[in-house]
Nanobody
Framework: QVQLMESGGGSVQAGGSLRLSCVGS?????MGWVRQAPGKEREGVAV???????TYTDSSEGRFIISRDNTKNTLYLQMNSLKPEDTAMYYC?????????????????WGRGTQVIVSS
């Protein structure tokens, strides 16, 4: 059984930074972040394989950095240059297969989310 728990969300002004963390348990290969803003569909942010290969979406490329510490089964998301449109619930998600076999919406395991609010 895989369990995920996020932390690190909060409120920040535009241009600021936040670092999200997600501690996982179980045998995990692909880990990633997915966000959902009020009234909008889920949107992929970034995924990373156990070997460190990362893939970003247009929304995060160049501003966010995804990383993981396999010894601690912990996933991170460093978010810089935050914009009001980054306001959303951020979910940690994971799977027992490599990232090349899944898409953001099909990741098998999900945390409860951590809220990020960016004010202008």
């Amino acid at each position: 059984q895989v369990q995920l728990m996020e932390s690190g969300g909060g409120s920040v002004q535009a241009g600021g930074s936040l670092r999200l963390s997600c501690v996982g348990s179980g045998n995990i290969y692909c880990m990633g972040w997915v966000r959902q803003a009020p009234g909008k569909e889920r949107e992929g942010v970034a995924v990373i394989d156990r070997d460190g290969r990362a893939t970003y979406t247009d929304s995060s490329e160049g501003r966010f950095i995804i990383s993981r510490d396999n010894t601690k089964n912990t996933l991170y998301l460093q978010m810089n240059s935050l914009k009001p449109e980054d306001t959303a619930m951020y979910y940690c998600a994971a799977d027992r297969v490599g990232c090349q076999f899944v898409y953001y919406d099909t990741l098998s395991y999900w945390g409860r989310g951590t809220q990020v609010i960016v004010s202008s």
